[in-house]
């Protein structure tokens, strides 16, 4: 379901209006954001139907009201001018290019994410049940020019399976991160010495996403909810919970 121009154009008066606020956010545009993000989760991760899959569906609801709770607070935040309210013409054209910003380029890199992460998520639960044979993971950067310098001293990084190594520095470990694990049988492990030297990752995955369905976690800006309305984020802004 894409959002009509119609709706937006229409989105932007009510918002204009007042009728639109944090309080009262609007619903269709939030069902456009958590079926984009839901329809990106891999079908063969929500078809196991496990706790980690519904954790992340949930996850992805409150960031997606979230989300649009800072697109509504940003746009209604342009509205005062010199004498009260500035023009609507004027106000149409920021409140555009902001909609533009959260829900294009933005979005799009939310929904790779959610793929690469249920990818990630998937395939721990491999590791999880393979590993009293293959008891080691071994990190792979993607081995081009273009891994980050983030990830570049990880590679070929060995610790078991079980090691708690793994809940802050499992792939994802930045946006767009291409990184990945390989189980192995046999291997040294990467020493203490070396492990404390690893950088730390982008705070919003640091957790291991095959333990928590996490995709988002509360640090990232989006979550950054100011004081007066926390209670009503507790209650995803009254917007509905889809799975
Ligand atoms: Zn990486």
């Given at each position: 379901m894409a959002l009509s121009k119609r709706y937006v154009d229409d989105l932007f008066k009510q918002i204009y209006k007042g009728k639109i606020g944090p309080k009262n956010l609007p619903q269709p545009l939030y069902m456009f954001v958590v079926e984009e993000l839901q329809n990106n989760i891999e079908p063969e991760f929500i078809a196991t139907g496990s706790e980690l899959s519904e954790a992340m569906q949930i996850n992805l609801n409150l960031f997606a009201s979230a989300k649009v709770f800072q697109q509504i607070r940003e746009t209604i935040s342009?509205?005062?001018?010199?004498?009260g309210k500035i023009p609507f013409k004027e106000f149409e054209k920021k409140a555009q290019a902001i909609h533009d910003r959260y829900n294009g380029a933005w979005l799009k890199t939310e929904e790779t994410t959610v793929t690469l992460q249920s990818q990630n998520c998937m395939q721990w639960q491999t590791f999880e049940s393979n590993?009293?044979?293959?008891?080691y993971l071994q990190y792979q950067t993607?081995?081009?020019?273009?891994?980050?310098d983030l990830c570049k001293p990880l590679d070929n990084v060995i610790r078991r399976?079980?090691?708690?190594?793994?809940?802050?520095?499992?792939?994802?470990?930045?946006?767009r991160c291409r990184c990945y694990l390989i189980q192995i049988k046999n291997g040294v492990e990467t020493p203490d010495s070396l492990i404390d030297k690893m950088p730390e990752p982008n705070a919003v995955f640091k957790n291991n996403i095959g333990k928590t369905?996490?995709?988002?976690?509360?640090?990232?800006?989006?979550?950054?909810?100011?004081k007066q309305y926390i209670e009503l984020a507790k209650k995803n802004f009254n917007l509905p919970i889809v799975k």
């Open positions: 342009i509205i005062p001018g010199d004498n590993k009293e044979n293959l008891k993607s081995d081009d020019d273009r891994v980050s399976v079980d090691d708690p190594f793994w809940n802050n520095h499992s792939p994802m470990r930045h946006y369905g996490i995709v988002f976690d509360k640090s990232h800006p989006y979550f950054d909810i100011p």
